[in-house]
């Protein structure tokens, strides 16, 4: 069976965030195949068109609950998010153990790539995480905003610096800028 990819929009003070779904599964439940941010390359609606060929705009009860709680949290409210609803049939074992891993990172607190990758087992893995995080299909739900260099500077973001900066602000997290440069 061939999927049958939908979307809904939510607003958020960056613009328009998509969050991609089906019903599929073994249950046949609605499940989040991603959240599209909207600093990502081409627009999220160049990668929707790429990414999920033939999607339409839709919504569904459950959509429609997780898309309040995902605008919540992009307008700095403390949400607590399950991880009921996403789809990791796409992921790898090891994504699906550093995302779990990051969507325990409690809200207020950053770890670095390399303690993340030693929490799953993988001491020199630091790399491996970061991978996983740009790649991350479910940003703010799994927060790797949460996830910073080493020497405790920003790192990347697929919704940017500036995204970055002010979600952790909102959670009270000031980090510090890299010496000679500015982030964000």
């Known amino acids: 069976m ?4 939908k979307y809904e929009s939510v607003p958020s003070p960056w613009g328009e965030v998509a969050v991609v779904w089906r019903v599929g599964g073994e249950e046949g439940g609605v499940k989040v195949a991603a959240i599209i941010l909207p600093s990502e390359k081409n627009g999220p609606e160049g990668v929707w068109k790429r990414r999920f060929p033939g ?15 995902l605008q919540r949290a992009l307008k700095g409210q403390a949400v607590r998010f399950s991880l009921d609803l996403l789809d990791m049939a796409f992921c790898t074992d090891f994504e699906k153990k550093v995302l779990a891993a990051c969507f325990r990172i409690p809200q207020g607190a950053v770890i670095s790539y390399g303690a993340l990758a030693e929490r799953v087992g ?7 995480v970061g991978r996983v995080m740009a790649g991350n299909p479910f940003p703010i739900v799994i927060p790797c905003h949460r996830v910073v260099r080493g020497d405790g500077t ?15 602000a909102w959670e009270g997290i000031q ?7 500015s982030q964000g």
Do not use: H, Q, T
């Open 154 to 168: 920003l790192g990347g973001y697929g919704g940017g610096l500036a995204m970055k900066k002010i979600l952790l």
């Open 55 to 69: 999607i339409v705009r839709e919504n569904s009860p459950a959509i429609r609950l997780f898309c309040a709680d």
């Open 175 to 181: 980090v510090p800028a890299p010496r000679g440069r």
């Open 122 to 128: 993988s001491p020199r893995g630091a790399r491996a």
């Open 2 to 5: 061939v999927a049958s990819w």
